[in-house]
Each structure stands twice: as structure tokens, then as C-alpha cells.
């Protein structure tokens, strides 16, 4: 059955409607293309669909078609697959809104999708109760607690969730319960988005579990809002994908979850033709930042850090004119590497104040 897809014109002479454009983590080039496509993205378009997907395919129908510079907004389920009404609407995990039609993108081109607004939609949000096997040593694993809390606290059948409060007006999350004697375990929100992909190549059809060169579930929470993602096109369209947000997230997303929760997004999306990307990039305020995106427990991470290297290798030498031996020595000096996730991938991140202006 086709997706149901409900689409509302805003009124860009309408107050409530109007939304100021914030670019911020882009750099100059990009900047300026950004701003350029949002003066001629009014009114913005809203997807409201009721049917969400689990695979990144081609073959699945088209949720919007949208040109370069559109303003989307959206509402994404948890990872669990609920709303913002805590309703159950699909099939877990990460129940997927798309694919989202970029028209003009083919295959060798890339998009850069724009985050402008990443934000938890309920008051409440969900996480796994310890760390995952796969972050500890064997020895620390022999003595661990019990993975059972409370059954069916957070989900029928489950007895490894805990709840956390979401205070979307003070940006804070607090864990429920249990309550620790010495750490009141509040933090503030840092909302990101764990899946963000294109349909890969061919009729390959991966879940919206692992990642890969197209994205995926790349658990990376330097996908927030003010930051633009950019990745390969492999299909006319590009056909794009999102879901899982969480409220905040550690690096390398060590328990196997987030803490998990439904989201508003608002997003827009730039076409680069003949952008020639190998794999996922991400820039921000004050980075530049190569993933070395594969799916986890499959290669070691010392292979997501190859990747991620020799992709900064080419973005430096390729977009900022360096020569192969000193973006060599620019990686040595200022690279930063970052674990993406604990079992998979990884990335290099350069702070733009290192970087040559750009060609």
C-alpha cells in the first residue's frame, strides 16, 4: 500500500510561519549557496506520512519531491517506533520517514542536508539500563549487574529501559529512576539524529540498523542542528532517509542506544554536481569532519579511521588546494579522531581555523 503523505503550504507572510534562516557550522561556500537556495525555498513544505520504512531501498514510493533549497519539516518516531504521543505507529527499530526526492541529483552527484532545527517533541525518553558488552573488557563483564530493572516500565516485553524526563523549555534530560545517591544524572539536551542516509547502489536494501558509504544508522552526534551532512548520491533523486533522534547521546554511543526520543526536524538540502564523495562528511560551526562509516561488528575500527584519513586527505587536497604532503602534515599536527561508534565507525575532524581558504 502507498504511503499516505500529507503536505501543508505554510504562508511566509504568516507570522507563526516564519522562521529566520541560521547556517550556523558552515563554512563560507556552502554558506553562501544555503542562502542563496532559502530565499527561494518559501513557502516551506510539511510531511506528515503514517507509513515509515526499515530498509533504505529505492523501490520504496516517494514521500515528497523537493528542490534544492526547499524547507522540510517533518516529525521522526524514536527507535522504538513512537510519536510524539508515546503511541506506537510502525515497526521498531528505527522506523525511517523518506525517501525524500531531491530533484536534479544523480548518481556521482552529493547533497548536503542542512539541520535547522533538531528538537525532542514529548516529555518523555528511553535508554538502555547498562553499558553494552561489546564497551567492556571480559573481566569487568563477569561482575556486571543483572540487565533487568523493571518489566514492561518502558515498552511491553522489556525489562532493560529506563525512563528519563525530557524538559524541552529548560533543554535538560534527567533519568527517572533509579535515583543515584551521588550523581543527580541531569544533563543538558545536545538533540541529534542517529539515521540520516541515502538508498545505496543497485537493489540493495539494508536495514535502518547499520551504516555504511551511503549514511545509515551512523550514530554520529555531531549530526545536530547548525550542522550539514553531505553524502554520495547513488540513484536519480538521491531518495533520503531519516529517523532515530535522541535527546543526547555519549560518543560512540556505548550502551547500544541513545536516549531515545521522537523529534521535530527541520531540514533543507543543497545538490553538489559531480561531488564525487566516497563516504559521509559533516561540517559544523568549527569543524570540518570525515566519517569512516561501516557497519559495526563487522570491520575493526582501525578500518573506519583508515577510511576517514584518507578521505581528509582528498577533501583537503581536492576543496582547499593543498598539496598531498602538507594536508599529510595538516592531519598530523590538527587531526582529531573521534570514536562515531564503539564497534564501527569513526571520524577525523580538522577545526576550520587550521584550514587554507578554500578554492
Given at each position: 500500500?502507498?504511503?499516505?503523505?500529507?503536505v501543508?503550504?505554510?504562508?511566509?507572510q504568516?507570522?507563526?510561519?516564519?522562521?529566520s534562516v541560521?547556517?550556523?557550522?558552515?563554512?563560507?561556500?556552502?554558506?553562501?549557496?544555503?542562502?542563496?537556495?532559502?530565499a527561494?525555498?518559501?513557502?516551506?513544505?510539511?510531511?506528515a506520512p503514517d507509513?515509515?520504512?526499515?530498509?533504505?531501498?529505492?523501490g520504496?514510493?516517494?514521500v515528497a519531491?523537493i528542490?534544492?533549497?526547499d524547507?522540510?519539516?517533518?516529525?521522526?518516531?524514536?527507535?522504538?517506533?513512537r510519536?510524539?504521543?508515546?503511541?506506537l505507529r510502525?515497526?521498531?527499530?528505527?522506523?525511517?520517514?523518506?525517501?525524500f526526492?531531491?530533484e536534479?541529483?544523480e548518481p556521482?552527484?552529493?547533497?548536503a542536508?542542512?539541520?535547522?532545527?533538531i528538537?525532542p517533541n514529548?516529555?518523555?525518553?528511553w535508554s538502555?539500563?547498562?553499558?553494552?558488552?561489546?564497551?567492556?573488557?571480559?573481566?569487568a563483564?563477569?561482575?556486571l549487574?543483572?540487565?533487568?530493572?523493571?518489566?514492561?516500565?518502558?515498552?511491553?516485553?522489556?525489562?532493560?529501559?529506563?525512563?528519563?524526563?525530557?524538559?524541552t523549555?529548560?533543554g535538560?534530560?534527567?533519568?527517572?529512576?533509579p535515583?543515584?545517591a551521588?550523581?543527580?544524572?541531569?544533563?543538558?539536551?545536545?538533540?541529534?539524529?542517529?539515521?540520516?542516509?541515502?538508498?545505496?547502489?543497485?537493489?540493495f536494501?539494508?536495514t535502518?540498523?547499520?551504516s555504511?558509504?551511503?549514511?545509515?544508522?551512523?550514530?554520529?552526534?555531531?549530526?545536530?542542528?547548525?550542522?550539514t551532512?553531505?553524502?554520495?548520491?547513488?540513484?536519480?533523486?538521491?531518495?533520503?532517509?531519516?529517523?532515530?533522534?535522541?535527546?543526547?547521546?555519549?560518543?560512540?554511543?556505548?550502551t547500544?542506544?541513545?536516549i531515545?526520543?521522537?523529534?521535530?526536524?527541520?531540514?533543507?538540502v543543497?545538490?553538489?554536481?559531480?561531488?564525487?564523495?566516497?563516504g559521509?562528511?559533516v561540517?559544523?560551526?568549527?569543524?570540518i569532519?570525515?566519517?569512516?562509516?561501516?557497519?559495526?561488528?563487522i570491520?575493526?575500527?582501525?578500518?573506519?579511521?583508515?577510511?576517514a584519513?584518507s578521505?581528509?586527505?582528498?577533501?583537503?587536497t581536492?576543496?582547499y588546494?593543498?598539496?598531498?604532503?602538507a594536508?599529510?602534515?595538516?592531519?598530523?599536527?590538527?587531526?582529531?579522531?573521534?570514536?562515531v561508534?564503539?564497534m564501527g565507525?569513526?571520524?577525523?575532524?580538522?577545526?576550520?581555523?587550521?584550514l587554507?581558504s578554500s578554492?
Amino acid at each position: 500500500m502507498r504511503p499516505y503523505l500529507s503536505v501543508r503550504i505554510l504562508d511566509a507572510q504568516n507570522p507563526r510561519d516564519k522562521e529566520s534562516v541560521i547556517y550556523t557550522g558552515i563554512h563560507r561556500p556552502l554558506l553562501l549557496l544555503c542562502v542563496a537556495a532559502s530565499a527561494r525555498a518559501q513557502p516551506a513544505i510539511r510531511v506528515a506520512p503514517d507509513t515509515f520504512w526499515n530498509t533504505l531501498w529505492r523501490g520504496h514510493p516517494v514521500v515528497a519531491r523537493i528542490k534544492p533549497g526547499d524547507i522540510v519539516m517533518t516529525k521522526l518516531l524514536d527507535a522504538g517506533a513512537r510519536d510524539d504521543r508515546n503511541i506506537l505507529r510502525a515497526q521498531p527499530s528505527n522506523p525511517m520517514v523518506g525517501p525524500f526526492y531531491i530533484e536534479g541529483a544523480e548518481p556521482g552527484d552529493a547533497i548536503a542536508v542542512n539541520f535547522r532545527k533538531i528538537r525532542p517533541n514529548r516529555g518523555t525518553a528511553w535508554s538502555y539500563y547498562r553499558l553494552g558488552l561489546f564497551s567492556l573488557t571480559g573481566s569487568a563483564i563477569e561482575g556486571l549487574y543483572p540487565n533487568v530493572y523493571k518489566p514492561d516500565l518502558v515498552r511491553p516485553g522489556r525489562s532493560d529501559l529506563l525512563v528519563w524526563d525530557v524538559d524541552t523549555l529548560r533543554g535538560m534530560v534527567k533519568l527517572r529512576e533509579p535515583v543515584s545517591a551521588r550523581h543527580r544524572l541531569e544533563f543538558p539536551m545536545e538533540p541529534m539524529l542517529g539515521v540520516v542516509g541515502v538508498a545505496p547502489a543497485g537493489d540493495f536494501a539494508p536495514t535502518s540498523g547499520p551504516s555504511r558509504e551511503y549514511g545509515g544508522n551512523m550514530d554520529f552526534n555531531e549530526i545536530r542542528e547548525g550542522s550539514t551532512l553531505l553524502l554520495p548520491v547513488f540513484n536519480p533523486g538521491a531518495l533520503l532517509f531519516l529517523a532515530d533522534g535522541h535527546a543526547l547521546m555519549a560518543d560512540g554511543e556505548p550502551t547500544g542506544a541513545g536516549i531515545e526520543t521522537s523529534m521535530n526536524v527541520e531540514f533543507s538540502v543543497d545538490l553538489k554536481k559531480k561531488g564525487g564523495l566516497t563516504g559521509p562528511r559533516v561540517i559544523t560551526r568549527d569543524y570540518i569532519i570525515s566519517v569512516g562509516s561501516q557497519a559495526e561488528f563487522i570491520s575493526t575500527l582501525d578500518r573506519a579511521v583508515q577510511l576517514a584519513t584518507s578521505d581528509m586527505v582528498r577533501w583537503l587536497t581536492e576543496e582547499y588546494g593543498m598539496e598531498p604532503w602538507a594536508a599529510h602534515m595538516l592531519i598530523g599536527a590538527k587531526g582529531e579522531y573521534e570514536v562515531v561508534t564503539v564497534m564501527g565507525s569513526a571520524a577525523l575532524k580538522i577545526a576550520k581555523r587550521w584550514l587554507p581558504s578554500s578554492q
